[in-house]
């Protein structure tokens, strides 16, 4: 189950990889639809919680 800690845990990560990767992810070349997709898209991935 996704909770908040978990939840935060996972966007920390990603702002980490982007960190990293800053340089790829800002060069002209790279386009927004690869940023989507490994940077967005598994966020979304992830089990929703139950209502």
Known sequence: MLTFDVG???IAQTAKHFHINRAQFLAPQYK?????QELIDPLFRRSPLPL
Do not use: G, L, P, V
């Open 32 to 36: 927004e639809a690869h940023a989507r």
């Open 8 to 10: 935060r845990e996972q």
